[in-house]
């Protein structure tokens, strides 16, 4: 358990799936999709280099994508859980070395912008897809409607990302070796949409 703390910690996917395995990547997983502490994990470039390293042999890729698709939904229906019932206190929580207030600003630009597609875009957004699920609950989005988006999102997101790094290891024998080159590149184009929209709010001042 220390050990996958201190993987965790590091935020070095390798570590974290050689330490956490099969629970340890479902829990982040779940956690991102709907936990504060979530906003931590390195959760693409996880779900990519797990692909990776199933191509190997090291996890069965069918097991692997269902299990990373339901623990993506049923985080996602936590966090919406949470947003219904004590979600509104967010707007008024303090800043802290996790959290900020900038976040939800951040996510409520986004949701406002997108609406119900919000739940299935946001999963390509690091720390928006922890928030909006949770501001889809306060926002009393109708649980049907965020259920279907939401499970469009889980299996998009959790089942697509996974299986890239699982076909890229299919298809180029020994990419695993490669496994933190290749998830700098996830991090850097997951975090890609935030920083040209800050780029753009800086011309618009």
Do not use: H
Request: aromatic fraction near 12%.
């Amino acid at each position: 358990m220390l050990e996958f703390l201190n993987a965790c910690l590091s935020l070095d996917p390798i570590a974290i799936l050689k330490a956490g395995g099969y629970v340890g990547l479902l829990a982040i997983v779940f956690a991102e999709s709907g936990l504060l502490i979530g906003i931590l994990f390195p959760g693409d470039s996880l779900l990519f280099a797990a692909g990776l390293l199933a191509a190997g042999g090291a996890f069965d890729p069918v097991a692997l994508v269902i299990g990373v698709i339901l623990a993506a939904i049923l985080g996602d229906n936590v966090g919406y859980w949470f947003g219904k019932n004590v979600g509104v206190s967010l707007f008024t929580r303090r800043d802290s070395r996790i959290f900020k207030q900038a976040y939800v600003t951040r996510t409520q630009k986004f949701y406002a912008k997108y609406g119900p597609r919000a739940v299935v875009l946001a999963r390509f957004v690091p720390i928006v897809r922890t928030l909006t699920p949770i501001l889809a609950g306060v926002g009393n989005m109708s649980y049907e409607k965020f259920l279907a988006f939401n499970a469009v999102g889980g299996i998009l997101w959790g089942g697509g990302i996974t299986l890239l790094g699982y076909f890229l290891g299919e298809l180029i024998p020994g990419s695993e070796l490669y496994i933190l080159p290749l998830s700098l590149v996830i991090i850097v184009a997951s975090f890609l949409p935030i920083i040209l929209n800050f780029l753009r709010g800086k011309r618009a001042l």
